[in-house]
C-alpha cells in the first residue's frame, strides 16, 4: 500500500507562483510512475503532468506546458509539481497519482491509477 501526501497548495495572484510537493510516507517510489491531476469545482477531474520512474520522461496537458514543471528528487521520494505563471484558471484540488503502468498517470482522467493523494487545493486569484 502506497500513501501518498500532497502539500504546498495555497492561495495566490495571478502570474505567481507555487512548488506542490508528494511525497509516499515511510517509503520510496521509485517503483512508480506519478502524474499530477486536478479537478475543479463542477469540473471532471483532469490529467495535468506526469513523469516516468526514471524521470526521463515527462509530459503535459497543453494548457500548462511552459509554465508547469514535474520533476523528482534525487531519492526518489518526492515528486515536485512547479507551478508558474499561474492563472485563475488553474484553480482546483491538485492530486498526486502513483502507479506502476505511465498509461495510467497520464490518463485523461486518471483511469486504472492504483495509489491517489487526498489533494491539496490551489486558488489564484485575478
Known amino acids: 500500500q502506497v500513501q501518498l501526501v500532497e502539500s504546498g497548495g495555497g492561495l495566490v495572484q495571478a502570474g505567481g507562483s507555487l512548488r506542490l510537493s508528494c511525497a509516499a510516507s515511510?517509503?520510496?517510489?521509485?517503483?512508480?510512475?506519478m502524474g499530477w491531476f486536478r479537478q475543479a469545482p463542477g469540473k471532471e477531474r483532469e490529467f495535468v503532468a506526469g513523469?516516468?520512474?526514471?524521470?526521463?520522461?515527462?509530459f503535459y496537458v497543453d494548457s500548462v506546458k511552459g509554465r508547469f514543471t514535474i520533476s523528482w528528487d534525487n531519492a526518489k521520494t518526492t515528486v515536485y509539481l512547479q507551478m508558474n505563471s499561474l492563472k485563475p484558471e488553474d484553480t482546483a484540488v491538485y492530486y498526486c497519482?502513483?502507479?506502476?503502468?505511465?498509461?495510467?498517470?497520464?490518463?485523461?482522467?486518471?483511469?486504472?491509477?492504483?495509489?491517489w493523494g487526498k489533494g491539496t487545493l490551489v486558488t489564484v486569484s485575478s
Open positions: 497519482a502513483a502507479d506502476r503502468s505511465v498509461a495510467h498517470v497520464t490518463d485523461p482522467r486518471g483511469s486504472g491509477v492504483d495509489y
Open positions: 515511510g517509503r520510496t517510489l521509485n517503483r512508480y510512475n
Open positions: 513523469i516516468s520512474g526514471s524521470g526521463g520522461s515527462t
